[in-house]
């Protein structure tokens, strides 16, 4: 186990093309982080499913993919992550601690 690493957000969207167990093509927009040490990797392998928090604590997303390494990281942003459960689910409110108010 490790300790928090740190990145730069990059404002630059990236559309994600992926296909749904049912074969389906999905296309979403992701969100990437550049590590701020470019000697440590800010996402290895089995790091999938982390959350990501802004230095104030607020959540901002969840990791998925790295590249370059790992110094470029790959993110889904809390609200499309909220709005894809709901969708999935149905659910009709969903609480992730730590996650920022609008």
């Given amino acids: 186990m490790r300790g928090a690493t740190t990145g730069q957000y990059n404002e630059l969207a990236s559309a994600?093309?992926?296909t749904?167990?049912?074969g389906?093509?999905?296309?979403?927009?992701?969100?990437?982080?550049l590590s701020s040490d470019h000697n440590i990797?800010?996402?290895?392998?089995?790091?999938?499913?982390s959350f990501f928090f802004t230095h104030e604590g607020n959540m901002v997303g969840m990791g998925f993919g790295g590249q370059l390494f790992?110094?470029?990281?790959?993110f889904t942003?809390?609200?499309?992550?909220?709005?894809?459960?709901?969708?999935?689910?149905?659910?009709?409110?969903?609480?992730l601690y730590g996650e920022?108010?609008?």
């Fill in 16 to 18: 994600v093309f992926t």
């Fill in 20 to 22: 749904t167990r049912n």
């Fill in 24 to 33: 389906q093509l999905r296309i979403t927009e992701e969100h990437s982080v």
């Fill in 41 to 49: 990797e800010f996402f290895r392998p089995g790091d999938s499913g």
């Fill in 70 to 74: 790992g110094r470029i990281t790959v």
């Fill in 77 to 95: 942003r809390v609200d499309d992550l909220v709005a894809d459960i709901k969708r999935e689910t149905g659910a009709a409110q969903i609480i």
């Fill in 100 to 102: 920022e108010r609008p």
